[in-house]
């Protein structure tokens, strides 16, 4: 039975992703590992600056040539350099649903919490695992995708200077400091002000 995917058209994005792909590796792909002109086709690539679809990168990286390499099967073509797509797409993958549950109650209950405020409230509450990891980027991109990081409006302005006068020097403030005990005339020490 064929497999359904070979059946369907590819969308251009992969398959320009897979022929970036292939003109990395293409002089790699009928020499053997191991050998001096292996090694020294393998050093070009690795100098060299590429222009791949799919990124912004410009070099690639030796194990990242070793892994396409891996992937690419003559009989298939470039369709085996095709990027896979993800199971979990849209899902998220490292917060259980119960951290998050946790993590989102927390923030509507307290929407002027800060992210690393949620987190340390979260830790102290009764059902959170005690070994679970939570970083802040991770967590903030669940607020933030249900909403919950938009800035609260600005409330309206309130004066809050102590102190207001029409004029310069219509009020002088001063500040007194304690310094070292020095001698005075009798020989005793006094505490400077």
């Avoid at 410009?58 to 990027?83: C, E, K």
């Avoid at 993958?93 to 987190?119: F, N, T, Y």
């Avoid at 995708?145 to 800035?151: F, I």
Wanted: hydrophobic share 35%.
């Amino acid at each position: 039975m064929p497999d359904q995917n070979q059946n369907q058209k590819p969308d251009s994005d992969a398959e320009q992703v897979a022929l970036s792909r292939y003109l990395v590796i293409a002089e790699l792909c009928h020499l053997t590992p191991g050998t001096p002109e292996y090694r020294e086709a393998m050093h070009r690539l690795l100098a060299k600056e590429w222009n791949l679809s799919g990124t912004n990168r410009t070099r690639v990286a030796r194990q990242t040539i070793r892994d396409w390499l891996r992937r690419y099967d003559s009989a298939v073509g470039v369709a085996s350099l095709y990027p896979k797509s993800r199971s979990d797409q849209g899902e998220r993958r490292r917060l259980s649903v119960e951290v998050a549950e946790i993590l989102l109650a927390i923030k509507r209950q307290q929407p002027k919490l800060s992210v690393r405020l949620v987190i340390k409230q979260a830790r102290q509450t009764a059902g959170m695992p005690e070994d679970e990891r939570l970083p802040e980027t991770t967590v903030y991109r669940l607020l933030r995708d249900e909403g919950l990081m938009t800035r609260q409006p600005a409330v309206a302005y309130q004066d809050r200077r102590k102190f207001q006068f029409t004029y310069a020097g219509e009020m002088w403030l001063s500040d007194v400091l304690h310094g070292p005990r020095v001698p005075d005339d009798q020989g005793r020490r006094r505490k400077t002000i």
